[in-house]
Structures are given as structure tokens and as C-alpha cells.
């Protein structure tokens, strides 16, 4: 069985500051992606970045950059220079075509 | 834009009664998902399609069956609605090489009174 752990319920982060929320993860199976989806207060699900378990080089997408720490089983996403329009849930998840979620951190960015 | 819709957009029903959620995507992606989001939970993976009139079942499936008889469609029904399938509904998309990055739909929003 898989499963994912997102140990920040909240977090409160100022304006142009960097920004990690962090994501352990567990499976026995070999071959796996890592996503991280974004969930703004309108409700849809933002698909922000991806790594597959066997990418040797971290993944970045514009200012998201996913730290994979396959030793750890870590897939933290971090946020370069937040805005406000970062203000969101974030969910962390796993999986070769079935996703298991996290329970999601939820992001507030300060003026 | 993964060009996924999904209908309804809302529905409030009655327990007991029959409900049947629409998928719809316009680039004819084999592999097609639906989850549920609940508070607390994340999402959840209820069934999913690897094409026509192929399915299987996901983490909650107790309570809900599928049909995809089109590639562009996938129907989740709620056969007899409970309180407990009070949620909301999302339908995603593999798309990629690696069948591997997901994207979703907009989600259905049910509420079971």
C-alpha cells in the first residue's frame, strides 16, 4: 500500500520569501511519479509539477521546484519568491496511474 | 486546459435516489479517473478506466459503479445515494508519454441531504 504525509496543516508565509512544504511518502514499488497539485479557494486542482522515481535530476517548473530525496522518501515542493496568488491548499501525491493523496498544507501568503 | 468537463457542476438530491456523474474529455485520452475529496481525507480514488469498457476499482469503490462506453466519456452512478457520498467529485485525465501526469476536471459538488 502507498501512502502519503503532509505534516503542515497550515502554514503562513511572507511575501517574496521562499517556501517549503514538505511530503513523505511510502510504497514498495519500484517505479513511481511524484506530483504536487495546487488547490485555490475556487476549488479546482492545479497540476504543478512532477518526478518520476527514477529522474535523476530534481524537477522544476517555472518557481516550483520539487526536492526528491529518494534515501529519505521525501518529495518536498518549494515556492521561490511567493506572491499572494500562492495562497492555496497543496496537495503532494503518488502513484503509477492510481494517485494516493496527501491531506494537504494549506499556504497563506502575508502582504 | 486538459479539456475535461464534468456534469453536473452541482446537485443536491435524496437519499436513495439514483445519481449519475458525467465525465467528458475532447482528446481522446485512454486512461480516465474518478476521485472524491472530502475534508480530512484528500482525495480518494473511487474507479478508473484504461479504456472502453475497461475498469477497475479504486481505494472506495463501495456504493459507486462506471461505465465508459466512449473513449470521450466516463460515468460514475451512485446507485442509491447515502449522506456519506455527500463530496466532491473529481474527474481527472493521464496524459504524457508516461501515462503518469494527471490532470482534473473542475469537480461535481453532491450533496446527499
Known amino acids: 500500500a502507498q501512502k502519503i504525509t503532509q505534516t503542515q496543516p497550515g502554514m503562513f508565509v511572507q511575501e517574496k520569501e521562499a517556501v517549503t512544504l514538505d511530503c513523505t511518502y511510502d510504497t514498495s514499488d519500484p517505479s513511481y511519479g511524484l506530483f504536487w497539485y495546487k488547490q485555490p479557494s475556487s476549488g479546482e486542482m492545479i497540476f504543478l509539477i512532477y518526478q518520476g522515481s527514477y529522474d535523476q535530476q530534481n524537477a522544476t517548473e517555472g518557481r516550483y521546484s520539487l526536492n526528491f530525496q529518494k534515501a529519505r522518501k521525501s518529495a518536498n515542493l518549494v515556492i521561490s519568491a511567493s506572491q499572494l496568488g500562492d495562497s492555496a491548499m497543496y496537495f503532494c501525491a503518488m502513484g503509477r496511474e492510481k494517485l494516493t493523496f496527501g491531506t494537504g498544507t494549506r499556504l497563506t501568503i502575508i502582504p | 486546459d486538459a479539456g475535461i468537463t464534468q456534469s453536473p457542476r452541482h446537485k443536491v438530491t435524496e437519499t436513495g435516489t439514483p445519481v449519475t456523474l458525467r465525465c467528458h474529455q475532447t482528446?481522446?485520452?485512454?486512461?480516465m479517473y474518478w476521485y472524491r475529496q472530502d475534508p480530512g481525507h484528500g482525495l480518494r480514488l473511487i474507479h478508473y478506466?484504461?479504456?472502453?469498457?475497461?475498469?477497475d476499482k479504486g481505494e472506495v469503490s463501495d456504493g459507486y459503479s462506471v461505465s465508459r462506453s466512449k473513449t470521450e466519456d466516463f460515468l460514475l452512478t451512485l446507485e442509491s445515494a447515502t449522506s456519506s457520498q455527500t463530496s466532491v467529485y473529481f474527474c481527472?485525465?493521464?496524459?504524457?508519454?508516461?501515462?503518469?501526469?494527471?490532470?482534473f476536471g473542475p469537480g461535481t459538488r453532491l450533496t446527499v441531504l
Open positions: 478506466s484504461y479504456g472502453v469498457k475497461d475498469t
Open positions: 482528446e481522446n485520452h485512454r486512461y
Open positions: 481527472a485525465i493521464s496524459v504524457g508519454t508516461r501515462r503518469d501526469e494527471q490532470f
